[in-house]
């Protein structure tokens, strides 16, 4: 009878413990290593666009739409524009807006000039040329102010 008390006790107890539930999961904690990847992922492009402007003021090409010249009446009007995407249309936007046509020269890479501006109240001129930089040499931007025209010249391959 003891054998069977003794049974009886450690098969209770087996399924009291089976029964009790576990402690509810903890909500997963923002790892603090994250928030400092994308900060310094903010720094590095931060510094990279730097770069761009530095090696450009260094380096002037017949490109830069700005060297050596104020800018037109036309071209010291404000904007506010924010955009991320293929420049093609932005460019068509801004030519419209100030009365030039717009055009691109020279075989299109196999894929899209992208450009990321975030402008307000900017003269058009300083758009262009923030345009023109992070083009990478990649293109050069054009401003015909006889024929109207702003254009990309595609670099060749």
Known sequence: MRGFALVAMVITA???TACQTRPPPQPAQADPAFALLAESASRVS?????????????TPSAGDPTVGEAYS??????ISVTWAGPVEPLLEE???????????????PASDLVVRVDAHDTQ??????DIWV???????????????RIEVRYARR
Do not use: H, N, P, W
Not at 46 to 58: K, P, V
Not at 124 to 129: A, N, S, V
Not at 140 to 147: A, F, G, P, R, S
């Open 14 to 16: 087996m399924a009291v």
């Open 46 to 58: 931060s510094a990279f666009r730097q770069l761009a402007d530095i090696e450009a003021a260094r």
């Open 73 to 78: 009446a036309e071209f010291q009007q404000l």
């Open 94 to 108: 801004v030519a419209a807006r100030v009365g030039y046509t717009f055009g691109g020269i020279g075989d299109r």
């Open 124 to 129: 058009i001129g300083d758009l262009l040329r």
């Open 134 to 148: 992070q083009f990478g040499g990649r293109a050069d931007l054009i401003v015909d102010e006889v024929k109207r």
